[in-house]
């Protein structure tokens, strides 16, 4: 046991960093568009959690943007003074799945959905 130890003890940062990035890689699972309509439908307050989510990854994907434009990076899509609002994040998940249904199926994450109804409606002019 001892021995076991020894060997064991100069690797365990390496082995944490592992098990930790294990952990992290399993909790951030994205909701595909299946699991929102099916929360939607089978939830007694599915409607509202999941527009919960849908603002959550708004909220995401928008400090995403802001944080490449801090590092320099051109981002996917600006918002330049224009109005996006929590309570927009239903119509333009809608609108997107709507415009381009033939782009999406139902085993794609709703942030790729929501990434492109931002990217086609707040496109960069700078």
């Known amino acids: 046991m001892q021995r076991a130890a020894v060997l064991l003890l100069p690797r365990l940062p390496a082995l944490l960093l592992a098990l930790a990035a294990g952990a992290i890689g ?7 568009i299946r699991e929102l309509r099916t929360l939607e439908a089978s939830e007694k307050d599915g409607k509202a959690y999941a527009s919960y989510y849908l603002v959550g990854v708004l ?11 801090r590092n ?35 085993d794609m994450p709703v942030q790729l959905v929501m ?12």
Do not use: H, K, W
Not at 26 to 32: E, L, N, P
Not at 120 to 125: E, G
């Open 115 to 126: 990434a492109g109804a931002l990217r086609n409606s707040y496109r960069c002019t700078r």
């Open 72 to 106: 320099g990076q051109v981002p996917p899509f600006c918002i330049e003074g224009r109005r996006l609002e929590p309570s927009m994040a239903r119509s333009l998940y809608q609108t997107e799945l709507s415009r381009n249904a033939d782009s999406y199926e139902a």
């Open 26 to 32: 399993a909790g951030a699972q994205a909701m595909s």
């Open 59 to 69: 909220e995401g994907l928008r400090e995403g943007v802001e944080s490449s434009q």
